[in-house]
Structure formats: C-alpha cells, structure tokens
C-alpha cells in the first residue's frame, strides 16, 4: 500500500538506526531508549541508568531523518501496542516504561535485576 511500510521494512530500518551504545551491568532483557535531545526528562532517564550502571542503547529521536523516526514509532506501535511517548525505554520486545518516573524506572529495573540473577 501507499504510505505504508512492510513489518520487515520497519525491522530493517531498525537495524539501521545509529544507536548510542553505553556499557554496563546486563539484565534479563536488552535496554533500548528512545528519547529527545531537547527533553528534561530524557536527560533524567539517562542519567538515572548512567548512575545505576545499566547497559543499554539508545538515540535521539529528534536528531534522526523523519523517515528513521517514523520507522521507529511504527516499531514502538507495533510491538508494544502504544504511541511513543518520551522517554521511551524498551524492556527487551514484550515491556517498556514510557515517561521518566524514578520510583517506577526502579521498581521495574530492579525485578528485571533480580530476573537476570535467577537465570
């Protein structure tokens, strides 16, 4: 169809997409964030996983063609059900935290913590 990319369209743009690699303690699930380079609480994000040491990946929406952004929210829509908010942190491809509240990224990050310490 016009307009419309294919799931592997979306999939290989994806793979594409120049992510920011941070080095840090693993969890049970790859850590993936989308964010904006002009947002407070995207800054907080980072800082808050920088500051707990987690590895993860991540890029600044607003710095990438509309077409990679575009790519990225069909992903976000597909996979998890739900229109990108920011910051958008991917928790592996079945969870995610949308908006940078501390108590709720901890309480998340550390049962994800735990589940990788079980494994």
Request: hydrophobic content about 35%.
């Amino acid at each position: 169809m016009w307009g419309r990319k294919s799931s592997e369209e979306v999939q290989q743009t994806l793979e594409n997409i120049p992510f920011e690699t941070v080095s840090g303690k693993r969890l049970a699930q790859p850590l993936t964030l989308f964010a904006l380079s002009t947002c407070g609480f995207c800054r907080r994000a980072i800082g808050y996983l920088n500051d707990q040491g987690y590895a993860y990946r991540f890029v600044h929406m607003d710095k990438l063609p509309k077409s990679e952004q575009d790519a990225i929210r069909a992903h976000v829509k597909r996979v998890y059900r739900t229109a990108l908010s920011f910051p958008f942190l991917c928790l592996g491809d079945k969870d995610h935290l949308s908006g940078f509240i501390k108590a709720s990224w901890e309480q998340e990050l550390h049962r994800l913590e735990e589940k990788s310490h079980d494994q």
